[in-house]
């Protein structure tokens, strides 16, 4: 049996929470709720891939990101619309911790570029023959019956 990748969970976890929180947000912004300014940071959220590649090493590790994710669960801990969220956004920072106690790294899954065949590059030399077929004789098709199918089973009508 291979090992759990902690990592995949807590990003599923952590997609979990934004989602929630997204929400929340929204709920709370639009009902001008008592405290709504602590859920309007969870509207603004984009996919962030860019951004944790451009800061490199500090990003990947996972200690940070489990620092992170805990210190983006305390606004949200102030509303009842984005608690949920608050709860999703610790759940994944634990498992974030468990990742990297682990020892897992993150790193970015990129689109390669497709290569192009060559013109010529998968076949060396074209075919000089044509393929085989069967004689002549074999390749006519027999005459049609005129009369049809004979029915092996006899057929009485009452």
Known sequence: MGQIEWAMWANEQALAAGLILVTGGIVAVAGQFKGWYFAAYSIGQKYMTAVVKLFGPLTRNYYIRAILHAALAVPAGFLLSTILGTVCLGIASG???????????WTPIEQK?????????????PPSNP????????????????????????????
Do not use: C, F, M, W
């Open 95 to 105: 498992i974030y911790l468990l990742a990297a106690v682990r020892g897992e790294e």
């Open 113 to 125: 570029p497709r290569e192009r065949p060559q013109v010529g590059g998968t076949i060396k030399q």
């Open 131 to 158: 393929p085989p077929r069967p004689p002549a004789d074999a390749r006519k098709k027999p005459p049609a019956e005129v009369g049809g199918q004979v029915n092996p089973i006899p057929v009485e009508a009452e």
